[in-house]
């Protein structure tokens, strides 16, 4: 049987990467890949997480299984980093990676009943993946105008409509990948109404805290939205807030009803015991001794402050370009690592080609992938093309 096995196409980035590790031009500029760079190109451990691996390797006194539910203490702190005193009441479980944590959501959401999940586009190309993986059907809903940065709430709107009750519908906290553009605070609220009006289970994927504006001001609108909705599942990622993509450190956390929350704790550990049993441990234990331990938490919140500083500044760079139909200045505006240029794919390839210069085929691009000395040379490529 297995000899039948059709083969898979690999995912499009795969090929990016493969073509820009193989350009031996020395002027060659990534854009592609999506992990925070530094100005020398880098992607560094943060000290405080070195530190924390250090206190860990002295400390620690056992290697045997954590509980199913994971690092207990782990799943509180990073709650309240997210959700502040609300988290308290959610229902939690440590997951491998944003991933883990998203397939866990899709899993429950179809235990629970839902039969589709909405999924504004463009999304993150690994959301119709899980969708699927989970038997749950993936209903795609426009939201961005590309040409203008927009969002479009008449558009998105509509999309839910194709939902019916018990459904789910996935929205980014903060920071969208691919595009940067993030729910204004009325936005957020117009979305908590529709949804409530509606009986769709929003489904929050918060993958960038702290790369927009801040950790706290990061999550006002998904704190606001989750405070107006009686249900709610939200899938957190800490591989970029703390740098530790490997490590593979996520979490769930549902929001329910009070009597529903022990159902909902049993059906997320069966759904973990048959998938990986228990969760890793060392990456969790990183964020644990970090957000635990007064010194730490503030060396980490200071080299994240220095990360987004980076971020924010390249992007205020780019604004100033003046490059023929693109509305650059809007650029400046957008959060976090991505944004996405009205570019066709055409222009993508030339900038390829001819400039040595990679995004995906989406015209996604990794701000942080841009070095400031590079930036000139950047703009001039896109006036070439654009
Ligand atoms: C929007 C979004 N959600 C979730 C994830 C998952 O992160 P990870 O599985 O690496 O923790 C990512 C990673 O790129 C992402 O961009």
Redesign the pocket.
């Known amino acids: 049987m297995i000899k039948t096995l059709a083969p898979k196409s690999p995912d499009p980035l795969l090929k990016i990467i493969k073509m820009f590790r193989e350009d031996t031009r020395s002027d060659k500029i990534d854009l592609g890949v999506?992990v925070y760079k530094d100005a020398r190109g880098n992607t560094p451990v943060m000290q405080a997480v070195k530190d924390a691996e250090a206190l860990l390797l002295a400390t620690q006194k056992t290697k045997t299984y954590v509980g199913q539910q994971g690092d207990v203490d782990f799943l509180k702190l990073v709650g309240q980093l997210a959700f502040g005193e609300m988290a308290r009441d959610f229902v939690s479980i440590q997951a491998v990676?944003?991933?883990?944590a998203?397939r866990l959501g899709c899993d429950l959401l179809r235990e629970s009943g839902a039969k589709r999940i909405v999924l504004p586009q463009p999304c993150?190309p690994?959301h119709p993946a899980i969708v699927r993986a989970a038997r749950l059907k993936a209903l795609d809903a426009p939201f961005f105008d590309v040409a203008e940065q927009r969002i479009d709430m008449d558009a998105l709107m509509d999309g839910i409509t194709q939902a019916e009750r018990g459904d789910a519908v996935i929205l980014?906290a903060v920071c969208h990948?691919p595009l940067g553009a993030d729910f204004s605070a009325d936005q957020w609220l117009e979305l908590a109404d529709a949804l409530n009006a509606r009986g769709i289970i929003p489904f929050l994927?918060l993958?960038y805290q702290g790369f927009g504006d801040g950790i706290d001001e990061d999550v006002a609108g998904a704190r606001a939205f989750l405070e107006r909705v009686p249900e709610a599942v939200i899938?957190v990622?800490?591989?970029k807030t703390f740098g530790i993509?490997r490590e593979?450190?996520?979490a769930l956390y549902v929001k329910s009803a009070e009597k529903a929350r022990p159902a909902v704790m049993s059906n997320l550990a069966a759904i973990a015991r048959a998938n990986y049993s228990m969760p890793p441990d060392h990456g969790a234990s990183i964020v644990r001794e970090v957000l635990g331990d007064e010194a730490l938490r503030q060396s980490w919140r200071d080299e994240l402050d220095a990360i987004r500083g980076h971020m924010k500044r390249t992007r205020a760079k780019l604004a100033e370009a003046r490059v023929n139909s693109l509305p650059m200045h809007l650029i400046a505006g957008q959060k976090g690592m991505f944004s996405t240029l009205p570019l066709s794919e055409a222009q993508v390839g030339r900038l390829r080609e001819e400039h040595g210069i990679y995004m995906t085929d989406s015209a996604r691009i990794n701000v942080a992938g841009l070095r400031e000395a590079d930036i000139p040379r950047f703009v001039e490529a896109l006036k070439a093309v654009a």
């Open positions: 999506g990676g944003g991933t883990g998203l993150w690994n980014q990948n994927d993958a899938a990622s800490e591989a993509y593979r450190v996520g």
